[in-house]
């Protein structure tokens, strides 16, 4: 059955910790989630979890003699043929199976979206670990030597133990848009364990972290002809399809964009029901714009669900930026990042669960697995592979750049420092990500050391170019982990289950053990070349090839130049950012009235959400 989240703590002051603390976390979990509450105590560990169904032992477990704990909010799928046999009846059993044939390698051996926590009494030890698609989130305070973990930051805040000073490094990051998952959150005591990371502690002890997927060192895979590439991925996609579709039993629907990404999920899933993996037929939810035809993509999603034969229900996008009116009472206990994806994706969730569904999928991956295979010619000027890039410069010279263009974006561009390009950027009123926003103080920018981490190398030197983005892209952008983070916050609320296939980590390691001129290819729908060629004749051709993506950029902008930003610059003319020395408010109100003039480097208007959410947030008590 389906698990929905988890809380719990190790006393490292008290033998045994008071149920009190463990009943204010749970109560503060169930307000965010749904599922029946399972606690189970072994001396210094306390934990619970939410499980659906009603059945027990879904979400903990405890050994006969009570040496061995687990609190698991996973989902955990068919793992390598030689691991776990028998398969345990529920998630719980299931790792605790193989934490004691394997111990701390234990999570190497499971397939699926998890985050877990184990409590060895025999070693002394407790272990905690999430999968590398950061599909379950966990997050952790060391209070005191009490360690306390959970699904949910706002069950660690509900512990009067846990500080909710903000952590000004976090929130800069954020505001430059520039936040990785290195562990941290806008709560100075609130850690969040990073996607793909295990945690380690004794009683009392220091909590260790450390990456345990390390996907740098797969072997290449070396098949003869691309065919063969295209043959292994496209049943590998079938299988973590299906599997998902057949572990939530019921019916599944999914976010339909109608790019090439999400539609090949939609294809899979219809392809799986009508192979007799789920009895009701899945649905599409999709994001329609009813006035605003510039982000209207709803002719491909419904060409989609048309091909597919699949039910198509659509969600209007189209609402005001959440300045105005009562703040949601639940944001102050929520990442400033997460709660925005929450408001973007509330409607589309809320629609999928009535319509039944148990189940979730989306398209998540597609571009952090196959968009930086796009600038692999990058790899090839700066190794001296010259020959490759004759199809690339041809492809320029077909879509009218001229010769000179065309060897300067193909040939000279790579080879420039990032920091020519930064200014090159601003020098043609673009705005480049590594660029800091001028309403962020420069005391703010001195005290963080965001510059610094701006201009960072953030891998190891010996790993090549463009695998460098390719791997930062798959390890997690905080911006994608947000968003994946917001959807399970949503769905576990109503008692649905989200999945991710393509950030399944046997796809992950598949696409970045393959070839990069598998990603992509020069020319018009070059892009995931791997991903069409795959799903096939499963899409309608207009939409297996199309290279552009309309995304909702532009109604951000009619927005934030309508009412939305009105109240905005109203919400900065005196500020709670401004008092703290987040943001300077005559610096962002000024280039708020350029942007809503058509003046400006910010393109659509995205890096004026981060301080608005920031803002919210506090006002709602986010930062004591």
């Known amino acids: 059955m389906s698990a929905f989240g988890l809380c719990g703590l190790l006393a490292g002051r008290a033998e045994s910790p008071a149920p009190e603390r463990l009943q204010r976390m749970a109560d503060a979990l169930r307000r965010h989630r749904a599922g029946d509450l399972q606690s189970l105590t072994c001396g210094p560990f306390l934990a619970a979890g939410l499980a659906g169904g009603g059945v027990d032992g879904d979400a903990v477990w405890i050994s006969p003699r009570g040496d061995l704990c687990v609190v698991a909010h996973a989902r955990l799928?068919?793992?390598?043929?030689?691991?776990?046999?028998?398969?345990?009846?529920?998630?719980?059993?299931?790792?605790?199976?193989?934490?004691?044939?394997?111990?701390?390698?234990?999570?190497?051996?499971?397939?699926?979206?998890?985050?877990?926590?184990?409590?060895?009494?025999?070693?002394?030890i407790l272990f905690a670990a999430r999968d590398p698609a950061a599909a379950r989130p966990l997050v952790y305070a060391d209070v005191g030597g009490d360690l306390l973990f959970a699904s949910d930051p706002a069950a660690l805040l509900a512990d009067a133990a846990v500080s909710r000073h903000p952590d000004l490094r976090c929130l800069a990051d954020f505001l430059a848009l520039d936040l990785y998952p290195d562990g941290r959150t806008p709560w100075a005591a609130v850690r969040k364990l990073p996607p793909g990371h295990r945690l380690t502690c004794k009683p009392g002890g220091p909590v260790r972290v450390e990456r345990w997927w390390r996907p740098e060192t797969l072997e290449r895979l070396a098949y003869r002809h691309d065919e063969d590439y295209v043959e292994h991925f496209a049943a590998l996609l079938r299988t973590t399809t299906g599997e998902r579709l057949a572990a939530a039993g019921r019916r599944g629907a999914v976010l339909l964009s109608g790019g090439v990404d999400s539609s090949s999920v939609a294809a899979l899933m219809a392809e799986a029901?009508?192979?007799?993996?789920?009895?009701?037929?899945?649905?599409?939810?999709s994001h329609v714009f009813p006035t605003f035809p510039p982000c209207d993509e709803s002719r491909h999603a419904e060409s989609v669900a048309r091909h597919a034969g699949m039910a198509l229900l659509p969600v209007s996008a189209e609402r005001p930026l959440a300045t105005g009116g009562v703040p949601?009472?639940?944001?102050?206990?929520?990442?400033?990042?997460?709660?925005?994806?929450?408001?973007?994706?509330?409607?589309?969730v809320a629609r999928a669960a009535e319509a039944g569904a148990a189940a979730l999928l989306t398209g998540f991956g597609g571009d952090s697995l196959f968009d930086a295979a796009r600038w692999r010619f990058f790899d090839d000027v700066r190794?001296?592979?010259?020959?490759?890039?004759?199809?690339?410069?041809?492809?320029?010279?077909?879509?009218?750049?001229?010769?000179?263009?065309?060897?300067?974006?193909?040939?000279?561009?790579?080879?420039?420092?990032?920091?020519?390009?930064?200014?090159?950027?601003?020098?043609?009123?673009?705005?480049?990500?590594?660029?800091?926003?001028?309403?962020?103080?420069?005391?703010?920018?001195?005290?963080?050391?965001?510059?610094?981490?701006?201009?960072?190398r953030r891998l190891p030197r010996s790993l090549p170019g463009v695998r460098?983005?390719?791997?930062?892209?798959?390890?997690?952008?905080?911006?994608?982990?947000?968003?994946?983070?917001?959807?399970?916050?949503?769905?576990?609320?109503?008692?649905?289950?989200?999945?991710?296939?393509?950030?399944?980590?046997?796809?992950?390691?598949?696409?970045l053990a393959a070839p990069l001129r598998l990603g992509a290819r020069p020319g018009a729908a070059g892009s995931k070349w791997l991903l069409r060629a795959a799903v096939g004749d499963l899409l309608p051709s207009a939409v297996r090839?199309?290279?552009?993506?309309?995304?909702?950029?532009?109604?951000?902008?009619?927005?934030?130049?309508?009412?939305?930003?009105?109240?905005?610059?109203?919400?900065?003319?005196?500020?709670?950012?401004?008092?703290?020395?987040?943001?300077?408010d005559r610096v962002l109100c000024r280039e708020l009235a350029r942007f809503r003039r058509g003046e400006g480097p910010y393109g659509h208007g995205l890096h004026f959400l981060p301080p608005l959410w920031v803002e919210l947030w506090l006002r709602a008590g986010g930062a004591g």
């Open 77 to 124: 799928l068919n793992g390598h043929p030689d691991d776990l046999h028998p398969d345990p009846p529920n998630a719980a059993a299931r790792v605790a199976v193989a934490w004691r044939r394997c111990g701390e390698d234990a999570v190497s051996h499971l397939v699926g979206d998890f985050a877990f926590v184990v409590w060895d009494a025999v070693r002394g």
């Open 273 to 285: 029901h009508r192979g007799g993996v789920t009895r009701e037929a899945p649905v599409a939810v």
């Open 328 to 348: 949601d009472p639940g944001r102050a206990d929520r990442e400033p990042w997460v709660q925005g994806q929450l408001e973007l994706a509330a409607p589309l």
């Open 383 to 456: 190794s001296g592979r010259w020959v490759r890039l004759g199809p690339w410069i041809r492809a320029r010279r077909e879509a009218g750049a001229g010769w000179p263009g065309a060897l300067a974006a193909v040939v000279v561009k790579p080879l420039l420092p990032r920091a020519w390009l930064s200014f090159a950027d601003r020098r043609r009123g673009t705005w480049h990500r590594r660029q800091i926003p001028p309403w962020l103080p420069p005391a703010l920018v001195r005290a963080t050391g965001l510059a610094q981490r701006l201009t960072a």
């Open 468 to 511: 460098q983005l390719q791997l930062e892209q798959v390890i997690g952008l905080a911006q994608q982990t947000a968003a994946l983070e917001g959807l399970e916050q949503l769905a576990a609320r109503r008692g649905v289950e989200v999945f991710h296939p393509l950030l399944d980590r046997r796809v992950a390691e598949l696409v």
């Open 545 to 584: 090839r199309r290279d552009d993506k309309t995304g909702w950029g532009p109604y951000l902008a009619h927005l934030l130049r309508g009412e939305g930003g009105h109240e905005m610059l109203a919400l900065f003319r005196h500020s709670r950012s401004g008092e703290l020395g987040l943001v300077d």
